[in-house]
């Protein structure tokens, strides 16, 4: 009964490099919702995938970022040519549904991105 | 632009007394809020939610009021437990669209 699983938990990189998160669903689920919280902020969205499909991108920055999640595998966000400013925590969550009435967003334990 | 807000970063309580958690936003869109625990170095924990065709859910210790003329939502916790000692994010999400908001949540610490 594994929940959301979110690797590497702490990932450090060089500016100018690139970082991959990697997000594995609780099993079952097969929508994902990647979250970012900056420091002494709360969690703002980025991006809502399902299977083979971005549904909702409206939170991604629109340079150097991107997601997806294939059909097999976990979902991967990707940030190329990382700056410091995008230091930060990244989380990942999963639902059965679109988490609103129906189900709610069960989240990883998160993974903390620092560019040096 | 931050439609939910926590205007409390922190709050400190008696255990056994009653915590309040304050929670305000601003798009008169939103129709279903949800609370979340986190711990330090884990994700978020799903607490309790409400719809807005109510003005109140409960849950054991937990009750969420809604009041929608006042934009304004609230997390009361009785009795107060040293394990509650979390920080407490408020979501909102609307009818339309995909994603929830968030407040930038309320460090909460029980005094034993």
């Known amino acids: 009964n594994a929940g959301v699983m979110q690797n590497p938990r702490h990932l450090v990189r060089r500016r100018g490099q690139e970082a991959r998160l990697r997000c594995s669903p609780m099993k079952g689920h097969s929508h994902v919702y990647w979250y970012r919280q900056l420091p002494e902020e709360g969690l703002k969205f980025m991006v809502y995938l399902q299977k083979e499909n971005i549904i909702d991108e409206s ?5 150097r970022f991107s997601a997806e999640f294939p059909k097999e595998g976990p979902s991967i966000l990707r940030i190329q040519q990382v700056v410091r400013g995008d230091s930060a925590a990244y989380f990942c969550a999963s639902s059965l549904a679109w988490g609103r009435t129906t189900d709610t967003q069960y989240f ?8 040096l | 632009d931050q439609q939910v807000k926590q205007n409390s970063p922190s709050l400190s309580v008696q255990e056994g007394r009653i915590s309040i958690l304050n929670c305000d936003y601003t798009n008169s869109m939103f129709d279903y809020f949800l609370w979340y625990k986190k711990y330090p170095a884990e994700g978020p924990t799903f607490l309790i939610s409400i719809s807005s065709i109510k003005d109140k859910n409960e849950d054991g210790r937990f009750t969420v009021f809604l009041n929608k003329s006042a934009k304004h939502l609230s997390l009361h916790i009785v009795p107060s437990q040293p394990g509650d000692s979390a920080v407490y994010f ?14 930038t949540g309320t460090s909460l610490t029980v005094i034993p």
């Open chain 1, 59 to 63: 939170g991604m920055p629109k340079e």
């Open chain 1, 108 to 115: 990883g334990p998160g993974t903390r991105l620092t560019v």
């Open chain 2, 90 to 103: 408020c979501a909102a999400s609307r009818n339309t669209g995909n994603q929830f908001y968030f407040g």
